[in-house]
């Protein structure tokens, strides 16, 4: 069965530094891989997503993720945080070939210091 | 072009009553999927509709039914609430030929049920 690991339940970074969220994944079979956000009081958002090719993706709001099929993590970075990029961020995963279904991490919560 | 919406956006029950959910995809989509957020959790999938079909289901006990309406709507319904149900209740819209994962999952603001 799949499973989503996010490895930090709440990152702190000063503004304009860089972050890294990490998160690991487990799955005997291909899988699409996910960056959802999560803001105050509203729904999810799509960061980005792995679906096949390139291993560096990149999305919206200067994120980007590295696919290591090795080390079956799926990283999300940002070179610059700003205030605006305080939120809670949700790794998820979906099996190649059952695609209807999305399996959550529990979430990493960004606070970013003044 | 307008988003996903989600009726009510709060919701207080008693323990043992029914509630239902309401979903308006956006427009153009014709894949619903509905997922339940416990408080300080990544959201758990309940099912998924494609044209008015169920699509695929999580591990929730059948008092957790949907419904698929012609114009793509959809409908969560939970009989016999328990104090566990308590929750945001996400619904995801999308498009393309059923493939819920492959096609951008667009989400609503959530439903938070209450149960007492």
């Known amino acids: 069965a799949q499973s989503v690991t996010q490895l930090d339940s709440q990152v702190p970074v000063f503004e304009e530094a860089p972050v890294e969220l990490r998160c690991n994944y487990s799955?005997?079979?291909?899988?699409?891989l996910f960056w959802y956000v999560q803001y105050p009081n509203q729904g999810l958002q799509l960061l980005l997503k792995?679906?096949?090719?390139?291993?560096l993706v990149k999305g919206i709001n200067g994120f980007e993720a590295e696919f290591n099929k090795s080390q079956t993590s799926f990283h999300l970075r940002k070179p610059s945080v700003h205030i605006s990029d305080t939120a809670e961020y949700f790794c998820?995963?979906?099996?190649?070939?059952?695609?209807?279904?999305?399996?959550f991490g529990k979430g990493t919560r960004l606070h970013i210091l003044p | 072009e307008t988003g996903v919406t989600q009726s009510p956006t709060h919701l207080i029950k008693t323990r043992g009553q029914q509630v239902t959910l309401r979903c308006s995809s956006q427009?153009?989509?014709?894949?619903v999927s509905w997922y339940q957020q416990a408080l300080g959790q990544g959201p758990q999938f309940i099912f998924q509709?494609?044209?008015?079909?169920?699509?695929g289901r999580g591990n929730f006990p059948p008092r957790f039914s949907g419904l698929q309406f012609p114009n793509y709507s959809s409908e969560l319904n939970v009989n016999a609430l328990e104090l566990d149900d308590s929750a945001l209740y996400l619904c995801?819209?999308?498009?393309?030929?059923?493939?819920?994962?492959?096609?951008?999952?667009?989400f609503g603001p959530g439903t938070r049920l209450t149960v007492l």
């Open positions: 509709y494609y044209r008015e079909e169920e699509n």
């Open positions: 998820a995963v979906s099996e190649g070939n059952r695609d209807d279904k999305i399996i």
């Open positions: 799955s005997s079979v291909s899988v699409y």
């Open positions: 792995y679906l096949s090719g390139s291993t």
């Open positions: 995801a819209s999308s498009s393309g030929g059923g493939g819920g994962a492959r096609d951008t999952q667009y």
């Open positions: 427009s153009g989509h014709n894949t």
